[in-house]
RNA sequence: GCCGGGAUGGCGAAAUCGGUAGACGCGACGGACUCAAAAUCCGUUGUCCGCAAGGACGUGGGGGUUCGAGUCCCCCUCCCGGUACCA
């Protein structure tokens, strides 16, 4: 089984956008690819509906989120239906429909019950648009706004829900090696995660940590967040035990490391800064060596990862499936009554409170302990929409079972994920929760693997007029009007000739004229008297060549060679093999086109071509005759022909190539090139 | 600032292992068909010199390695994306 996944959409009011249809077409194109090599392919489609950004659009038109996804998501699907993407819609899913988040809450509940999910007061960024608390990965500009709606947010002391990533940091970032993802996404992962090995040292009460141990020597001050209550004093320097006095510096971050820096201004830029900007003394104190450093601190690592907020005060989203007890605490909502379904309320706006819009609804909020059967309430935050997609992957084989949130042995014959499409701005979060929630649910047990997606592949971003389609740049394009004027097919092959998959590029009307004809062409030819030809051989080079682009993810070149072929193809023979490796780019005019063939349907369930690959070798090739490193001409051999019928035949070919005794050097490569370098009179 | 990715004809791009740069498409030009146009088909199309044969130059700029560099190494410029004092 070949489980071709693409990051599933979230249903956005302005319906499907032609970066969904380029992403799309690629991914259907590879899978449609594999179908016919004789995998049997698994690729399904689902709507990532819950969250702020649904809610947020519902707030503004007025109408509840619940309608709202319901309208959005019918749209997509028959957008999506139109493409012709060879969806298992059998096996869709929706984040914000109970059959799904049961699940998801019962994975919370798993993680709960495992130490993994926690409640704490922790200061954390609140949008006073949103009117909610924010992941610091859901800001922008040094997490400064909010990335939803660029409202400037602030910070706030609440109790929150978190779960416990930085547990698995270690094992994160070792298990990136191991991957088969685009270097970059993997570089850009390692980075978010961060893990540095140092030391920790203590200056009496305070602890610092460094991974400079050895510039101990040379340290003049110990600098601490603002507001820090040890600022202002001394400590003893852990050496000299020399009075160390601590400043409040705006450039230490709380939440790292210790919390406290020793200031090292020879060998630190910052602390160099702010040694000049406060009349610190700078030490130019020899350098300790490793031994001497072991001795005053202990070593210790540290990831600039934190633990993932997970609560929102929020409507559209799962309640995290807490009760609170007065007497036993925060307890799990127990698997049976799950899920806890979100109440319906007529005022789903944003309380400001702090608290979410669950809150107001008394009589849901109102219940009994599950432990002590004690008056309780429950908790009224929603958990972040990443939780929701952080397993749909796992949901998609199993969907139509609703007592269980996958089968053990579907899981077992699908998963992992064989080929992940995604898009690059998932690597920081996406596809780092996802890894998490695998391995905390490998580790209880639960999935037989820990990384999710073996293999990534990260689609480009597809511009107009050379820039990001955007409604300020008024150059978005809808795929509705394309597919309307010249069908699906034509859209889907302008989007994957315009550039490979993987560095994405530019769409135009052009391209779309170019594949409107050659779709043309096609017809006309396929539909026309046979007649003979082209040689196998030229057939088995075209097959070979569009299979490797394919599997590259160049359908750009995948359309090109077919486009070189088609003027030869006449015989039933070749239409036949056409029309098959035509199929994965434009599926509804090959399966219309193998029918008036005379085959029976369907074109895509057909054995990919295959060919002798002894064909592949041509009978001679052309190979460039350089001479003091420039091609002079060419001579036509066979492609073993060696050295001396080589320089024989380039002797004749080529008036320059010098004679024997004026020949300095002779580079032969077989089938490739003959490079003579001259020498001058002796 | 740091980390990625990129820069190739008029335009989108190709070149998979260091071996004929520009495949394929668009556009343009010329021709066929047509009363005419559209559509379609055929041909030409990197730049420069040349009647031609042929030659010189050419993959953002500069240097290098090599018989041979779009491809490898060093330095620089610009564009796009990510990131932000992580000790």
């Not at 947020?56 to 959005?72: D, F, I, M, S, W």
Request: some cysteine; overall charge neutral; proline content about 8%.
């Amino acid at each position: 089984m070949f489980f071709n996944l693409v990051e599933f959409p979230y249903p956005s009011a302005e319906g499907l956008h032609v970066g969904h249809v380029f992403k799309y077409s690629g991914v259907d194109a590879y899978g449609r690819y594999h179908r016919m090599r004789g995998r049997q392919v698994f690729q399904p489609i689902g709507f990532d509906a819950f969250g702020i950004h649904t809610e947020n659009y519902a707030l503004k038109v007025g109408e509840h989120p619940a309608q709202l996804t319901a309208r959005t998501t019918r749209r997509f699907r028959e957008q999506l239906s139109r493409m012709g993407g060879a969806w298992d819609w059998s096996r869709s899913v929706d984040t914000s429909r109970p059959e799904y988040y049961r699940w998801t809450q019962w994975i919370l509940v798993r993680l709960f019950e495992a130490g993994l999910m926690y409640q704490a007061e922790a200061p954390v960024v609140w949008c006073p648009a949103c009117l909610t608390v924010l992941a610091r990965e859901q800001t922008e500009r040094d997490g400064t706004v909010c990335e939803r709606c660029d409202t400037p947010v602030t910070e706030r002391v609440m109790t929150q829900w978190f779960l416990r990533i930085t547990a698995y940091a270690d094992r994160l970032d070792a298990g990136l090696d191991r991957l088969d993802w685009p270097d970059r996404a993997r570089r850009s992962q390692r980075r978010w995660i961060g893990r540095s090995e140092g030391w920790e040292i203590d200056f009496g009460d305070l602890t610092v940590f460094t991974t400079r141990p050895d510039t101990l020597p040379a340290v003049t001050f110990i600098a601490v967040p603002d507001g820090h209550p040890a600022a202002g004093g001394t400590r003893p320097h852990p050496l000299t035990a020399a009075p160390v006095p601590v400043f409040a510096a705006d450039y230490v971050v709380e939440s790292y490391g210790t919390g406290a820096v020793m200031g090292v201004p020879a060998h630190d830029e910052r602390d160099a800064r702010f040694a000049a900007e406060h009349g610190i003394a700078v030490s130019h104190a020899p350098l300790l060596d490793a031994a001497a450093a072991a001795a005053v601190g202990r070593p210790a690592v540290r990831y600039r990862l934190r633990d993932w907020l997970i609560s929102r005060q929020r409507y559209w989203g799962p309640p995290i499936p807490i009760v609170h007890c007065a007497g036993c605490g925060p307890v799990a909502v127990p698997d049976a009554d799950l899920p806890v379904l979100l109440p319906q309320v007529e005022d789903f706006r944003p309380a400001g409170t702090g608290q979410s819009p669950l809150a107001a609804a008394e009589e849901w909020v109102r219940t009994t302990c599950p432990r002590c059967a004690g008056p309780a309430r429950r908790e009224t935050d929603v958990s972040d929409a990443f939780v929701d997609s952080s397993w749909y992957f796992l949901r998609y084989p199993s969907s139509e079972f609703d007592d269980r949130p996958w089968d053990r042995e579907r899981t077992r014959r699908i998963l992992p994920v064989d080929f992940y499409a995604g898009g690059g701005e998932h690597v920081q979060r996406h596809h780092l929760y996802a890894r998490f929630v695998t391995m905390a649910l490998h580790d209880l047990g639960l999935v037989p693997f820990e990384e999710p997606f073996p293999h990534i592949r990260i689609g480009g971003l597809i511009v107009r007029d050379g820039a990001k389609m955007s409604k300020s740049r008024g150059n978005v394009v809808t795929p509705d009007d394309y597919v309307a004027r010249s069908g699906s097919d034509v859209l889907r092959g302008a989007l994957m000739f315009a550039a490979p998959w993987e560095q994405g590029g530019e769409f135009s009307d052009d391209a779309v004229a170019g594949i409107e004809r050659f779709l043309a062409r096609t017809w006309r030819v396929i539909t026309a008297a046979d007649g003979a030809g082209p040689d196998p051989a030229t057939l088995a080079r075209a097959t070979h060549a569009v299979s490797d682009a394919i599997e590259r993810l160049s359908f750009n070149v995948g359309l090109a060679r077919l486009m070189e072929l088609l003027p030869s193809v006449r015989s039933a023979e070749a239409k036949r093999v056409f029309v098959r490796l035509l199929a994965p780019f434009a599926p509804h005019l090959a399966e219309e086109l193998w029918h008036r063939l005379g085959e029976p349907f369907s074109v895509h369930t057909q054995a990919w071509p295959v060919f002798d690959s002894s064909l592949l070798l041509s009978r001679e090739v052309e190979i460039p005759v350089q001479v003091d490193g420039r091609v002079r001409g060419t001579v036509v051999v066979a492609p073993d022909a060696g050295r001396d019928e080589v320089v024989l035949a380039a002797r004749r070919a080529v008036t320059t190539v010098p004679p024997e005794e004026r020949t300095a050097r002779l580079v032969f490569v077989p089938g490739r090139v003959i490079s003579f370098v001259s020498r001058g009179d002796p």
